[in-house]
């Protein structure tokens, strides 16, 4: 198989960590980690970052060019909001890195070192944060479109069904200036992992219990990760357990067979300041309407549950 080459743009929190471990897991390239606003305080996910590729490090795992870039700490243009009540002080539950070792600190900016790598590779980009990262390297060159190969983005929320406002997903809401940008600028290039397949696809008792329980390292890091997160989702936002939108984005950019509902519709980003702002406009494809505008996306409705769980319990078992 070709070698893949990926950059996570992230706004580390143990979703996005997990995604890492699961890529190279996996046996692809990673070759940056570009951070954005998000989360958690900027600084805090910058430190996540590096404390991950310190812990691959210490374990025996080759990380070879791999480096954390500062991206943009706010939104193109409006205010936002972390959300530590989700995910922790600092991101990651249980867990509160501490990073002694930032050699894995890269000097340029993040957008800059987004418009490197896509020269330098064939560049899949992983999107699980905020756009605000991939918006300002596309205005800074716009033909990062035609070297970036793919973007795959957890973003949105196609039936309107949102978590950080009753209609908006936060990753959309985070920056929607940058996610219209980037909906209208990677046409055809995009797989969108919505916040409704999260939900659907959280993870049931019996399976965090097998998960947390493998007798690895990264089975108990795991619980130590997501207890809190868990927690949250479970008693306030009344699912039936942790959901993983980073980490299915992760799974169905590495196998798209996890995927098993995809459909190519036009989705554009509401990017009012109202109670609408990060609104998924999703021109659909029917039951019950006729899809207008060119589609510019592969919008995932499910995926096969089982078959991410096994993804995940390989993944948990690698070291
Ligand atoms: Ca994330």
């Known amino acids: 198989m070709p070698e893949r080459h990926f950059i996570i743009d992230c706004d580390t929190a143990e979703d996005d960590i997990l995604s890492l471990i699961s890529l190279l897991a996996k046996g692809v390239k990673v070759h940056a980690l570009t ?4 989360n958690v305080e900027f600084e805090t996910e910058v430190n ?4 991950a590729i310190n812990f691959l490090r210490d374990n025996g795992i080759d990380i070879e060019d791999l480096k954390v870039y500062k991206g943009s700490s706010r939104p193109l243009i409006k205010d936002f909001k972390t959300v530590e009540e989700v995910h922790g002080r600092s991101g990651l539950g249980e867990i509160s890195p501490l990073v002694k070792n930032t050699s894995f600190l890269g000097e ?3 957008s800059t070192a987004i418009i490197n790598l896509s020269k330098k590779y064939e560049i899949e980009f992983l999107a699980i944060s905020p756009l605000t990262n991939l918006a300002l390297a596309y205005l800074r060159d716009p033909s990062v479109v035609q070297r970036i190969k793919r973007v795959y983005i957890m973003g949105g929320a196609v039936y309107a069904r949102g978590n950080i406002t009753p209609v908006a997903e936060y990753n959309f809401w985070v920056d ?6 980037v909906m209208n ?18 993870i049931d008792q019996d399976t965090f219990d097998r998960l947390s329980t493998l007798g690895t390292m990264l089975s108990s890091l795991y619980k130590d990760m997501y207890s809190f997160y868990r927690q949250f989702s479970s008693k306030m936002q009344g699912m039936r ?3 993983h939108p980073d980490v ?5 950019a590495l196998d798209k067979d996890i995927a098993v509902d995809v459909r190519q519709e ?3 980003v509401e990017n009012c300041d109202c109670e609408s702002r990060g609104l998924s406009i999703v021109d659909y494809v029917g039951p019950g309407h006729v899809r207008k505008k060119e589609w510019n996306a592969e919008v995932v409705y499910d995926i096969n549950y089982y078959a991410f769980t096994v993804f995940l319990e390989s993944v948990l078992k690698w070291f």
């Open 35 to 38: 951070v954005v606003e998000g």
């Open 48 to 51: 996540n970052a590096l404390w």
């Open 108 to 110: 340029e900016d993040a």
């Open 176 to 181: 929607p200036d940058a996610a219209k940008i």
């Open 185 to 202: 600028a990677f046409k055809k290039k995009i797989t969108l992992v919505p916040w409704e397949v999260a939900v659907k696809n959280a």
């Open 241 to 243: 357990g942790n959901p």
């Open 248 to 252: 299915i984005t992760t799974a169905v």
């Open 266 to 268: 036009n989705v554009n």
